[in-house]
């Protein structure tokens, strides 16, 4: 039987980023790691915090890694990259309104940017079930950002299911945490 | 430019193709046996001291694995028939046994070996089986579990499933594989590893592929992967998530889950990822889709009726039946072999466990009594059923037979093991 390694995924990591440097003609360094590995976070209180993605190793693509970008600015409300669910919930709470409301804004003057939305769960249950959940809790924030003004094509919804778990605890604390959207700009 | 990355995918492609490793062994614990089990003696075959597998320990195993047989120890008797003509029914009967294997291992002149064994009724003193294989030394595991097939078939009226092979996932640490080993848990080897999770292994009913869907690329894909050359394809890479893949009988198509037109919907794609066809449109989640063994139906999950229940779709018709009535959490539908009923995983109160139900009755029977049971697959024969459950903080693989009575645990020393998927019975 032969095997499949996919441990050597930062190759193509690699190839993919040296690709879109070429592209867009700049000379900046493939990035170091993927940004949606930094789990730096800050100030995430269960349910009310949104956690903060350093963005680090950026640069690829060229809108989003500019200067001064507003992704980046600790005190932009862009920077609040998190939307915490109620148990078995898809209802976006108001805290998060303004937030979801700052990135469509985003996206609107930025036809350039494009946005993924990554559905969690908690994890308990059927792990494929959870699939469609967090799915669900992906495309509600999707919905709710196009009615802001971002399109359709800007945004792509997928889901991880209750298979990356931010918080690895199996208390109400920890699940609370896990039942998120997170929002990383393409290139991020 | 382009030109210039070739090296570097062509380099990926053969760090894909690296050959398999054995990995950490599941090891079989019984926990609860049949009702009644039935006394076998099975004597050493005479030649398979000369060998490094013990040949007839790997049959007994098999045999006492299942929780039906109960091994009654030849000590004592002597000579060791290794023939039917040589058999002394008294022996055997006055110690309890109801049934005797025995055999010989002969070398021949290739180098190959032939391995002959006799099942006999020693209550009846009737022969009720005599084979012969002719095999490598290397083969001697495979011969083993064929020859428990044969018995435990010729004893019990059901398919022996020992032949066959399981495939799970495991996690140590940030490492995710996806292994096959044998029925028994030996000889795992891993297929694919990753970084990243893996999840919902299925096999190919012709036994010749797995589907399962990897997150490596930062979203739910899925791929078919050939078991006999490693590679694999993309078999569904749409827009959003893509999950929950299961073949159709004949092995030519699977359903699959996909977010692509909206929500999670269940679709129709060929095994070589052409030809998708939505197969039912509602604003609700559907997926888990489980094809039954006539291929004329599926059965899936959906909250079209406000909680996860378990639906049948027949598909000439298009007409949706809802075929789980109690309780508020039912998922993970999987038919049983003989197409008559299905298991499934409910919630009730705060343990997800599994249950059989039957299509005529709509009897419901609760099979296990863990907290977190999840992930059921059915055995080839529809007799034990594998599940992931979890133990001490830690995922293990359990399994149970059809009836409740049975109880497996399958472990793996310091590492998570989920997911687990029967494979079909070996041609």
Same mark, same amino acid.
């Given at each position: 039987?032969?095997?499949?390694?996919?441990?050597?995924?930062?190759?193509?990591?690699?190839?993919?980023?040296?690709?879109?440097?070429?592209?867009?003609?700049?000379?900046?360094?493939?990035?170091?790691?993927?940004?949606?590995?930094?789990?730096?976070?800050?100030?995430?209180?269960? %349910?009310?915090?949104?956690?903060?993605?350093?963005? $680090?190793?950026? *640069?690829?693509?060229?809108?989003?890694?500019?200067?001064?970008?507003?992704?980046?600015?600790?005190?932009?409300?862009?920077?609040?990259?998190?939307?915490?669910?109620?148990?078995?919930?898809?209802?976006?709470?108001?805290?998060?309104?303004?937030?979801?409301?700052? !990135?469509?804004?985003?996206?609107?003057?930025?036809?350039?940017?494009?946005?993924?939305?990554? %559905?969690?769960?908690?994890?308990?249950?059927?792990?494929?079930?959870?699939?469609?959940?967090?799915?669900?809790? @992906?495309?509600?924030?999707?919905?709710?950002? +196009?009615?802001?003004?971002?399109?359709?094509?800007?945004?792509?919804?997928?889901?991880?299911?209750?298979?990356?778990?931010?918080?690895?605890? !199996?208390?109400?604390?920890?699940?609370?945490?896990?039942?998120?959207?997170?929002?990383?700009?393409?290139?991020? | 430019?382009?030109?210039?990355?070739?090296?570097?995918?062509?380099?990926?492609?053969?760090?894909?193709?690296?050959?398999?490793? @054995?990995?950490?062994?599941?090891?079989?614990?019984?926990? *609860?046996?049949?009702?009644?089990?039935?006394?076998?003696?099975?004597?050493?075959?005479?030649?398979?001291?000369?060998?490094?597998?013990?040949?007839?320990?790997?049959?007994?195993?098999?045999?006492?694995?299942?929780?039906?047989? &109960?091994?009654?120890?030849? =000590?004592?008797?002597?000579?060791?028939?290794?023939?039917?003509?040589?058999?002394?029914?008294?022996?055997?009967?006055?110690?309890?046994?109801?049934?005797?294997?025995?055999?010989?291992?002969?070398?021949?002149?290739?180098?190959?070996?032939?391995?002959?064994?006799?099942?006999?009724?020693?209550?009846?003193?009737?022969?009720?089986?005599?084979?012969?294989?002719?095999?490598?030394?290397?083969?001697?595991?495979?011969?083993? !579990?064929?020859?428990?097939?044969?018995?435990?078939?010729?004893?019990?009226?059901?398919? *022996?499933?020992?032949?066959?092979?399981?495939?799970?996932?495991?996690? +140590?640490?940030?490492?995710?594989?996806?292994?096959?080993?044998?029925?028994?848990?030996?000889?795992?080897?891993?297929?694919?590893?990753?970084?990243?999770?893996?999840?919902?292994?299925?096999?190919?009913?012709?036994?010749?592929?797995?589907?399962?869907?990897?997150?490596?690329?930062?979203?739910?894909?899925?791929?078919?992967?050939?078991?006999?050359?490693?590679?694999?394809?993309?078999?569904?890479?749409?827009?959003?998530?893509?999950?929950?893949?299961?073949?159709?009988?004949?092995?030519?198509?699977?359903? =699959?889950?996909?977010?692509?037109?909206?929500?999670?919907?269940?679709?129709?794609?060929?095994?070589?990822?052409?030809?998708?066809?939505?197969?039912?449109?509602?604003?609700?989640?559907?997926?888990?889709?489980?094809?039954?063994?006539?291929?004329?139906?599926?059965?899936?999950?959906?909250? &079209?009726?406000?909680?996860? +229940?378990?639906?049948?779709?027949?598909?000439?018709?298009?007409?949706?039946?809802?075929?789980?009535?109690?309780?508020?959490?039912?998922?993970?539908?999987?038919?049983?072999?003989?197409?008559?009923?299905?298991?499934?995983?409910?919630?009730?109160?705060?343990?997800?466990?599994?249950?059989?139900?039957?299509?005529?009755?709509?009897?419901?029977?609760?099979?296990?009594?863990? $907290?977190?049971?999840?992930?059921?697959?059915?055995?080839?024969? %529809?007799?034990?059923?594998?599940? @992931?459950?979890?133990?001490? %903080?830690?995922?293990?693989?359990?399994?149970?037979?059809?009836?409740? &009575?049975?109880?497996?645990?399958?472990?793996?020393?310091?590492?998570?093991?989920?997911?687990?998927?029967?494979?079909?019975?070996?041609?």
């Amino acid at each position: 039987m032969k095997q499949l390694n996919l441990g050597s995924s930062m190759p193509m990591l690699w190839a993919t980023a040296l690709l879109a440097t070429l592209l867009a003609g700049c000379a900046s360094p493939p990035p170091e790691k993927s940004a949606t590995e930094d789990q730096t976070v800050v100030a995430t209180t269960p %349910g009310s915090g949104a956690g903060t993605k350093g963005a $680090t190793g950026s *640069g690829v693509t060229g809108n989003v890694a500019m200067q001064g970008n507003p992704l980046r600015d600790p005190h932009s409300v862009l920077s609040k990259r998190s939307v915490y669910f109620d148990f078995d919930s898809v209802v976006v709470k108001d805290e998060y309104k303004p937030m979801i409301e700052a !990135h469509a804004k985003y996206l609107q003057t930025t036809r350039t940017a494009k946005l993924t939305i990554q %559905g969690n769960c908690d994890d308990r249950g059927s792990r494929e079930y959870n699939i469609a959940l967090g799915q669900r809790r @992906a495309d509600t924030v999707k919905r709710m950002m +196009q009615l802001y003004g971002a399109t359709d094509a800007q945004i792509e919804t997928v889901s991880f299911g209750n298979e990356k778990p931010k918080n690895s605890g !199996h208390d109400e604390a920890a699940w609370a945490e896990n039942r998120r959207d997170d929002l990383v700009y393409v290139g991020e | 430019m382009i030109r210039l990355l070739r090296p570097a995918l062509l380099l990926l492609a053969l760090a894909l193709c690296l050959a398999g490793t @054995a990995r950490a062994q599941l090891t079989i614990d019984i926990i *609860g046996g049949g009702a009644t089990t039935l006394p076998i003696a099975i004597v050493p075959f005479a030649g398979e001291a000369n060998y490094p597998y013990p040949l007839t320990e790997i049959v007994g195993a098999d045999l006492a694995r299942s929780g039906l047989f &109960r091994l009654i120890d030849p =000590v004592g008797v002597n000579p060791r028939p290794a023939r039917a003509e040589d058999i002394r029914f008294a022996d055997w009967t006055g110690r309890g046994a109801d049934a005797v294997v025995v055999g010989s291992v002969t070398p021949q002149s290739d180098g190959r070996v032939e391995v002959r064994f006799f099942l006999l009724d020693a209550v009846k003193q009737t022969q009720l089986a005599a084979v012969s294989y002719v095999v490598t030394p290397a083969q001697f595991r495979a011969t083993a !579990h064929q020859i428990a097939d044969v018995i435990y078939e010729k004893l019990t009226g059901d398919a *022996g499933v020992f032949s066959t092979r399981i495939a799970y996932i495991t996690k +140590q640490g940030p490492r995710y594989e996806l292994l096959v080993a044998e029925a028994d848990g030996y000889n795992p080897q891993t297929i694919v590893n990753s970084n990243e999770p893996l999840l919902s292994p299925t096999w190919s009913p012709d036994g010749t592929r797995i589907a399962y869907v990897s997150l490596e690329s930062k979203k739910p894909i899925i791929y078919v992967q050939s078991l006999a050359t490693g590679q694999r394809q993309v078999l569904a890479n749409f827009r959003g998530s893509n999950s929950a893949p299961a073949w159709a009988p004949d092995s030519s198509r699977l359903a =699959v889950t996909l977010s692509r037109d909206g929500g999670s919907q269940i679709y129709l794609i060929n095994a070589d990822g052409s030809g998708v066809q939505r197969l039912m449109s509602s604003g609700a989640i559907d997926t888990e889709a489980n094809f039954a063994p006539d291929g004329k139906s599926i059965l899936f999950t959906s909250d &079209r009726g406000g909680s996860p +229940q378990i639906y049948r779709l027949t598909l000439a018709t298009g007409v949706v039946e809802r075929m789980t009535i109690e309780g508020s959490y039912n998922v993970s539908p999987r038919h049983l072999p003989d197409g008559k009923g299905f298991v499934f995983v409910r919630r009730d109160g705060g343990s997800f466990n599994v249950a059989i139900q039957d299509f005529a009755t709509r009897q419901v029977q609760v099979l296990t009594q863990g $907290t977190l049971d999840e992930s059921p697959s059915v055995a080839p024969n %529809g007799k034990l059923i594998l599940y @992931a459950s979890e133990s001490g %903080g830690r995922g293990i693989l359990a399994a149970v037979s059809s009836d409740g &009575r049975v109880k497996q645990r399958l472990t793996a020393a310091a590492i998570d093991v989920r997911e687990p998927a029967w494979g079909p019975l070996r041609k």
